[in-house]
Nanobody, 125 residues
Framework: QVQLVESGGGLVQAGGSLRLSCAAS????????MGWFRQAPGKEREFVAA????????YYADSVKGRFAISRDNAKNMAYLQMNSLKPEDTAVYYC??????????????????WGQGTQVTVSS
């Protein structure tokens, strides 16, 4: 059954903004770190951002630092990715994921047990 569902993707011009949402069903995000990854055609899935489940520490890829912001609403069981100053190189399918609680790194796909189906973000120049 689908447990994480992303939404909010679309086509935007360079310099624009999008807000991605990740809705969790049948599982809770409370107490778990949440992450966002992206995958462009022909490339490996890469880390974008993560938010710890305990002290709200955030982690960002260098390529998005200062432009993207990850957040969560535990009461709504949702996570978000605010993306500003978008660039054509941000074009990719974006995935949200819930991190497991037995690995240390936030940056690797192997640290996440539950994934959404992805939402397409396309940035035109």
């Amino acid at each position: 059954q689908v447990q994480l569902v992303e939404s909010g993707g679309g086509l935007v011009q360079a310099g624009g903004s999008l807000r991605l949402s990740c809705a969790a069903s049948t599982l809770t995000i409370r107490g778990y770190a949440m992450g966002w990854f992206r995958q462009a055609p022909g490339k490996e899935r890469e880390f974008v951002a993560a938010l710890s489940g305990s002290d709200s520490t955030t982690y960002y890829a260098d390529s998005v630092k200062g432009r993207f912001a990850i957040s969560r609403d535990n009461a709504k069981n949702m996570a978000y990715l605010q993306m500003n100053s978008l660039k054509p190189e941000d074009t990719a399918v974006y995935y949200c994921a819930r991190k497991n609680d037995y690995t240390v790194s936030y940056y690797y796909t192997e640290s996440y047990d539950y994934w959404g189906q992805g939402t397409q973000v396309t940035v035109s120049s």
